[in-house]
């Protein structure tokens, strides 16, 4: 896939859901206000939201854009990093914005809180991205287990005391998510 191309997908999709994103900032930007200062909110609410951004991604939800993607010269594979671009992106930024409101709100925040919190939400994000190509109880599978994957990163860092083995954990499932929504957009795939 080329930049443009990527540049192109990343730009529709970011265009068509300004809403969904504007919406999910503000609600972060107010839990994070009002939230006490702990590794829990930010990791589990934004984690939601990256759920929620994910899902916005179904098809059928913006059928303009569904038709401009599969008729351009794109593999099951490029399409999937481009779409995916699109709910990581809009989930960082909403744990940035929860961070914000933290701040805003007086409580410090150590470093590694917006590490596993960007880690955790983003690996949640992509998880849940196959649920978008699914129907029925597998769809809600595969929500469960987003869902499942921050709780895993939360539990990681505060049971288990281990920060560099909650990235490791997200790092891997993000990737293997990544790979299966690829996978799945590949079974579509036209060309």
């Known amino acids: ?3 443009r191309a990527l540049f192109g997908v990343l730009q529709a999709r970011l265009y068509a859901q300004r809403r969904v994103v504007l919406s999910t900032c503000a609600g972060a930007l107010v839990a994070g206000l009002i939230a006490p200062a702990s590794l829990a909110g930010p ?3 934004c984690s939601l939201l990256g759920i929620v951004l994910a899902l916005s991604q179904s098809p059928g939800v913006h059928p303009h854009l569904d038709r401009c993607e599969q008729s351009a010269p794109l593999f099951g594979r490029e399409l999937a990093r481009g779409k995916a671009l699109v709910p990581c992106i809009a989930a960082a930024l909403t744990v940035l914005v929860y961070m914000t409101g933290q701040l805003l709100g007086g409580a410090p925040i150590p470093p590694l809180t917006l590490l596993i919190a960007l880690g955790s939400t983003v690996a949640g994000t992509l998880v849940a991205l196959s649920a ?3 129907r029925g109880v597998l769809r809600a599978l595969y929500v469960l287990l987003a869902a499942a ?3 895993v990163a939360f539990a990681l860092v ?13 790092a891997v499932v993000a ?3 990544l790979r299966q929504y690829g996978e799945t957009l590949a079974r579509y795939d036209p060309i």
């Open 158 to 170: 505060e049971v288990g005391r281990s920060v560099p083995g909650a990235l490791a954990f997200c």
């Open 43 to 45: 990791v589990l609410f």
């Open 132 to 134: 978008t190509m699914r």
């Open 149 to 151: 994957t921050s709780l």
């Open 1 to 3: 896939m080329t930049a």
């Open 175 to 177: 990737f293997l998510a």
